[in-house]
């Protein structure tokens, strides 16, 4: 065989494998779902779970005694029926028969009361979101088993919201963990959920296998692309039928691609501009003129938050008159116009009007780069508006973890800061809670109006639901007349979707793919 | 080595502030944030929470990730596999493309090929990896769909597992998925190896020992060969070793763009997250792979130079 033909046949045969090969790399199976995540995930060690991400993939491989539905419903999982004592400091659960958990043990109350003492036990000193934020704010005491199938959590104080809380425990059987170390237990979960991890390469990918109902893919391989236009690249080639976080620059590439879609959704996220009403900031410029609610309602109007949506995140928000998430919001208080003659109008009635340089007062506006959507941007385009109505503002944008957190936490930041903070669905008080108290972790404003801060017993008190409403209403009047925060918008969350398949993204940030299917 | 890099990566880590908060939820109280602190050692004062890991670390215990909640060291030797393939493959293209691209250019010298080889190099000196991968990803990933994106399949694992079969039947894939990182991150190498190349090849060629081989009737072939080229790459061989540091500093950016999951992501990742357990364990094992290889270049020189053999025995 001459050379030339040799080589020519052997380009040829090379080609076709490659072509082949490429061809097998872009087709996913039926039988597997694809999801592009952009953080790694860290553990499965049910008591270290903190992410979004990491608590997205648990949520298949552990199921919780009631789930939240993307409506916000409470509805029966492992447990079928919840009864509350009088005082509501004791939830008694009563659990389905037959249930497992992926090694066959047998699930009962017992491993439920283990679940919840394992994850509160000190010992183990675990970090994650159960024993951080849900144990405390439930006031989570002990847990007892009845009897095989009722367990009873006990509750340091009665409280109206958790239920919802409990439902992000994740349920695992005590013969099995009790057999494994903790550090066994990061990467061997064996769980009560629809799905069984079948393999973790770390930094790369998550392999969940189906053991039960429900649950339409056979396998759902979890992938890390930390790249946003990676994940976008995977999305549009076929190798992924979801990503997430998909940055707003991409939302058009992808519509256009013909093979997926961006799903845009109104988070429960609460974006807003608070202002710091503590001791210190009134020292710090502008922090006086802030402590006056007609100042903090006249800049109200002078923010287009319509316009910084469509421009810089490219949908059109729900905006937000409250901290609250519709529908559970206020019904009939509308979100401020962008209306800047009314603004400099209610500036010069609070007794701050233009110098001879035009400027009102100067303040500092403080922000965290790159922990949300466009933040960076947005945060500039709020400053600019401000200024337009005459304040002299100092952007500070600092790092989000360990310089501008801190702040937070220490209420030293401000006067005026950036913000997202998480909400929910299936509760107006979920999203209240964030001012729950005067001296509350989350009441970074340190606002203290006692027409808001009062109403709490009151709500604790509420005989109806119709009782309950009221309250929160005239509650978030207050909140909307004079409140801290200067109302943004609920943060849009971008999901691409491929054409592959039926998936409908949730506006809690949980995805779960329980109910996806192929199309 | 372990005390310079260990404490100038701990400190470059601490002067990022407290890492306490990448660790709570944006609602922990203050109590579960100084309950998280004590938890993660970051309440003890900044001296002795060195100390303890360089006292630990004399033991040999790299100490837990404070995000994995493993240890350290065996989560980077983990990664450690894919970055060996990702940086071997980008040497090889650096080094063996390198060679024939230089020598053309040489003995081309002021044609066009020696223009076209020379400004394709100045460009792979000037493109920024991260721009390079992206592009890559673009154009053969996406429009052309010849090569996959992101993502790796493993063979030095099952290798050295014993397991002969994956890793064969792994390979080809392995190397479909280490050609778009692998250019990205073998670029500058490459190009600036080529360019090395042809200076030395151009200076050794106006040697007397290589007219007086031309002049004995030598095919040109072996004049280039057998005589230009052994003295022209030792230059080549010399920056070998810095080479090999120089790509694993590369492979980090590179990585995370192709989702590659390396040594340089997860560093990187530590980095965000204040897992200074992780980085020092990362830092430490990278440093010690530098300074082995350089080792073994240093020795290699030895035995390609014999005028380094005859320095030796007059020293």
Redesign the interface.
């Given at each position: 065989m001459k050379l030339r033909t040799l080589g020519a046949r052997s380009a040829a045969a090379g080609f076709f494998?490659?072509t082949v090969?490429?061809a097998a790399?872009?087709q996913l199976p039926e039988d597997a779902i694809v999801v592009g995540l952009s953080a790694?995930i860290?553990?499965f060690?049910p008591g270290?779970i903190?992410s979004r991400d990491n608590a997205n993939i648990a949520r298949h491989i552990f199921a919780g005694l009631f789930s939240l539905t993307s409506e916000g419903d409470h509805v029966p999982n492992l447990a079928h029926t919840l009864d509350i004592s009088e005082d509501g400091t004791a939830y008694v659960y009563t659990l389905r028969e037959g249930l497992t958990c992926h090694d066959g043990e047998a699930l009962t109350a017992e491993d439920v009361a283990y679940t919840f003492n394992r994850i509160a036990d000190p010992e183990n000193?675990f970090?994650g979101?159960s024993p951080?934020?849900v144990f405390?704010?439930i006031g989570f005491q002990d847990a007892v088993a009845l009897d095989d199938l009722r367990v009873q959590i006990n509750l340091a104080r009665k409280n109206p919201i958790a239920f919802g809380l409990i439902t992000e425990i994740y349920i695992h059987c005590k013969d099995a963990y009790e057999a494994m170390t903790?550090?066994e237990a990061?990467?061997n979960p064996i769980g009560s959920g629809s799905y069984r991890l079948a393999s973790w390469?770390?930094?790369?990918?998550v392999v969940l296998e189906k053991t039960r109902e429900p649950g339409n893919f056979q396998r759902i391989v979890w992938?890390?692309?930390?790249?946003a236009?990676?994940r976008t690249?995977?999305l549009?080639?076929g190798?992924a039928d979801i990503i997430t976080n998909v940055v707003p620059e991409q939302i058009e590439a992808i519509n256009r691609s013909g093979r997926a879609e961006v799903q845009v959704v109104s988070g429960t996220r609460r974006m807003y501009l608070g202002f710091s009403l503590s001791e210190g900031s009134r020292q710090m410029p502008g922090g006086e003129a802030i402590q006056d609610p007609r100042v903090r309602r006249a800049l109200q109007y002078a923010v287009d938050v319509p316009t910084i949506c469509r421009q810089l995140l490219s949908v059109e928000c729900e905006r937000a008159t409250g901290l609250v998430n519709p529908p559970n919001d206020h019904p009939n208080l509308t979100p401020y116009p962008f209306d800047p003659s009314t603004a400099e109008v209610l500036l010069d009635e609070a007794g701050w009007s233009r110098g001879t340089d035009g400027i009102r007062f100067a303040i500092r506006l403080q922000a965290g780069r790159a922990r949300y959507v466009n933040d960076v941007n947005i945060v500039l385009a709020i400053s600019q508006y401000l200024q337009d109505v005459g304040l002299d503002v100092e952007v500070d944008l600092m790092?989000w973890?360990?310089?501008y957190?801190?702040l937070l936490?220490a209420r030293s930041m401000g006067p005026l800061f950036f913000l997202g903070?998480?909400g929910g669905l299936w509760s107006p008080i979920y999203d209240m809670t964030?001012l729950a108290e005067v001296g509350s972790?989350?009441n970074y404003t340190q606002w203290d109006d006692d027409r808001w801060f009062s109403r709490w017993t009151d709500l604790a008190d509420a005989k109806t639901p119709e009782e309950t409403r009221s309250i929160i209403d005239e509650m978030l009047q207050v909140f909307y007349d004079d409140g801290p925060w200067l109302h943004l918008y609920f943060q849009p969350d971008f999901y691409g979707v491929s054409n592959r398949i039926d998936w409908k993204a949730r506006r809690d940030e949980r995805v779960f793919l329980f109910e996806a299917r192929l199309k | 080595m372990v005390i310079g890099v260990t404490l100038v990566s701990f400190l470059a880590l601490q002067a990022?502030?407290?890492?306490t908060?990448?660790?709570?939820?944006?609602?922990?109280?203050?109590?579960?944030?100084e309950?998280?602190r004590q938890?993660?050692g970051f309440d003890r004062p900044l001296h002795e929470q060195y100390l303890s890991f360089v006292g630990d670390l004399a033991q040999g215990d790299f100490g837990q990730s404070l995000?994995?909640?493993?240890?350290a060291m065996e989560?980077v030797l983990?990664?450690l596999p894919a970055t060996i393939e990702l940086t071997l493959f980008s040497m090889a293209i650096a080094l063996l493309l390198a060679i024939p691209l230089g020598i053309l250019a040489a003995i081309h010298r002021g044609t066009a090929w020696d223009g076209s080889i020379t400004t394709l190099a100045m460009f792979g000196q000037s493109v920024p990896s991260f721009w390079l991968g992206?592009m890559m990803?673009?154009f053969f990933?996406?429009y052309l769909?010849?090569?996959?994106?992101?993502?790796?399949v493993p063979f030095l694992v099952p290798l050295m597992e014993g397991d002969f079969g994956t890793a064969l039947g792994n390979l080809?894939?392995t190397i479909?998925h280490l050609i778009l990182p692998g250019i990205a991150v073998g670029t500058y190498s490459l190009a600036r190896n080529t360019r090395l190349v042809r200076s030395s090849l151009l200076e050794v060629l106006e040697q007397d020992y290589v007219r007086t081989a031309r002049s004995k009737g030598l095919p040109e072939i072996r004049v280039l060969v057998h005589h230009a080229l052994r003295n022209a790459w030792l230059p080549v061989v010399t920056i070998i070793g810095l080479e090999f540091g120089f790509l694993l500093g590369g492979v980090v950016v590179v990585e995370?763009?192709?989702?590659y999951?390396?040594i340089g992501?997860?560093l990187f990742?530590a980095i965000?997250q204040?897992d200074i357990p992780l980085v020092q364990a990362g830092v430490i094992l990278l440093a010690g792979i530098f300074i082995l290889l350089n080792l073994l270049v240093d020795l290699i020189y030895v035995r390609l130079d014999p005028r380094m053999k005859l320095a030796e025995g007059r020293g």
């Open positions: 494998g490659a090969m490429v790399c872009s790694d860290t553990t060690e270290m903190s000193r970090t979101n951080g934020f405390t704010s903790l550090d990061t990467s390469t770390r930094g790369s990918e992938r890390i692309i930390p790249e236009s990676t690249a995977e549009i080639s190798n790092e973890a360990s310089v957190t801190p936490h903070t998480g964030d972790s989350t | 990022g502030g407290d890492p908060y990448l660790f709570v939820s944006e609602r922990a109280s203050l109590e579960e944030i309950a998280t938890a993660l995000s994995y909640r493993q240890p989560i983990e990664a992206i990803i673009l990933g996406l769909r010849w090569l996959p994106i992101s993502g790796q080809p894939r479909f995370t763009v192709f989702s999951p390396g992501r997860l990742a965000n204040r």
